[in-house]
């Protein structure tokens, strides 16, 4: 017997856990005995082991040890390939914005999505789903700011819903928008309610001096007053939709931390509210008068912002979904995820929007099957795993596919490049079940 190559086992007070990435099994296990039992495993690989023995038959029956001659490997590529991933379509719907956050790696023209694409995207996303078995699906306003666009988004919504109608497609969806919220006033966000906008990603990069410090509107106007009112708003009605509040953190507004999040549990204390850090990054579009230093250590920090959060109670909302079955792969790897870009193009990574052929897949205004290309579409979804990751016991939540982008072009997949993944994992699964 074996320890499966996809079971970590991560330290608990008093004990540890067994959690399987793959089988999404798992155990906690405090006695002293099971717990040698369990070192040894991890000492020495193959260990005889009485299968009679009822902790021994827990643990093969949660896949969580296997029998020396066990295929792994064709075991990942079958759960691989027959994951039901859900349907997912972005929409691109404007280039511009009313803010000019400083750490923006957007252009802001004055492009934005015309009836016949928004027309012709709900012929492909039809064609789409034609095909498609599973029950799920999303769709996202992205933009630029979308809420500019937003008589645009009730109408396609009210279309797309009738289109569901007419195809008696019974599938659930999630419509979510990601906005600064500064247009978010309580009478539109009823609106889009009406017309199934029920999930929200907003940003607050922190107390009002470090957010008005880099979500500021056009001439530098801050925008945290506004923001903070739109959402109290929402707090105080009795909106039946999620919103998830996401913080670009920096040097500086790290110091401010646990005032920060005193503020969120104080205002924010609401089921319908979760909570989300990231570190600001670099997209070489910083300059020295934006005053704005970056965090280099990542997954340290991550880990720090991660416990004080925790220890305060709040909802972390995108850490759950990380411990489960090929929960860490980027949207671009789902066969059947596709971000409409305002002219139609059809695409699938969110940062090299418009700029690179390779992300160019189709285009939704195209009368000839949409132009779709295959085997560009393949690259981003059906590479082949490297040999380190199949051999890594995260594989079944990252797969390898964290950002396909970045997954061809890096040459060493070391700690450099997992530390972050691997960390967010052990988070989750400590979240999820201690
Ligand atoms: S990219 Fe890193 S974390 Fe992901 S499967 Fe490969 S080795 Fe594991
Ligand atoms: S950069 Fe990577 S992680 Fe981000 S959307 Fe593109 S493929 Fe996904």
Not at 58 to 75: A, F, H, T
Not at 158 to 185: C, P, Q, V
Not at 373 to 401: A, F, H, P, Q
Request: aromatic share 10%.
């Amino acid at each position: 017997m074996k320890l499966s190559k996809f079971t970590n086992v991560i330290e608990i007070e008093n004990g540890v856990i067994l959690h399987n990435a793959i089988y999404n099994s798992c155990v906690k296990v405090y006695s002293e005995n099971c717990i040698n039992i369990i070192k040894d495993l991890e000492t020495n690989g193959d260990v005889n082991l009485d299968s009679n023995v009822p902790f021994i038959k827990d643990l093969m029956d949660l896949k969580l040890i296997v029998s020396n001659n066990y295929n792994e490997e064709n075991v990942l590529t079958y759960y691989s390939n027959s994951a039901k991933r859900k349907n997912e379509f972005t929409l691109i719907v404007t280039k511009q914005c009313n803010f000019r956050c400083p750490y923006c790696y957007e252009d802001h023209t004055n492009d934005i999505m015309s009836w016949e694409t928004y027309s012709n995207t709900l012929k492909f996303m039809e064609s789409v789903l034609s095909v498609s078995d599973s029950k799920y699906g999303v769709i996202s306003f992205f933009g630029g700011e979308p809420l500019l666009e937003y008589k645009n988004i009730i109408k396609f919504m009210k279309e797309f819903k009738s289109m569901l109608l007419k195809r008696n497609d019974d599938r659930i969806w999630t419509g979510h928008i990601t906005t600064n919220a500064y247009l978010l006033e309580l009478n539109m966000t009823k609106q889009l309610a009406d017309v199934g906008i029920n999930s929200y990603q907003i940003t607050i990069d922190g107390l009002k001096e470090n957010h008005d410090k880099s979500r500021y509107l056009v001439g530098k106007i801050g925008s945290w007053d506004k923001i903070i009112h739109n959402l109290e708003q929402i707090k105080n009605s009795d909106l039946n939709i999620s919103l998830q509040i996401r913080m670009n953190y920096t040097v500086q507004s790290l110091k401010q931390m646990d005032e920060y999040t005193d503020f969120l549990i104080k205002n924010f204390n609401d089921k319908r509210f979760h909570f989300y850090f990231e570190a600001v990054k670099d997209y070489g579009v910083l300059n020295d008068n934006d005053d704005i230093e970056i965090c280099r250590n990542e997954s340290d920090i991550e880990e720090y912002v991660t416990n004080i959060a925790r220890s305060k109670g709040l909802r972390l909302s995108i850490m759950k979904t990380f411990c489960s079955p090929f929960g860490i792969e980027c949207y671009a790897s789902n066969p059947r995820s596709f971000v409409i870009d305002y002219d139609g193009s059809i695409e699938k990574c969110t940062v090299l929007l418009n700029t690179d052929e390779k992300n160019i897949i189709g285009n939704v205004n195209n009368k000839n099957n949409y132009n779709l290309d295959i085997e560009k579409l393949s690259n981003w979804t059906s590479y082949n795993l490297k040999n380190v990751c199949k051999n890594c016991s995260v594989v079944g939540v990252c797969n390898g596919r964290k950002c396909p982008l970045s997954y061809e072009s890096t040459e060493v997949i070391d700690d450099n490049y997992c530390g972050l993944v691997k960390k967010i994992y052990k988070e989750s699964v400590k979240l999820n079940y201690v």
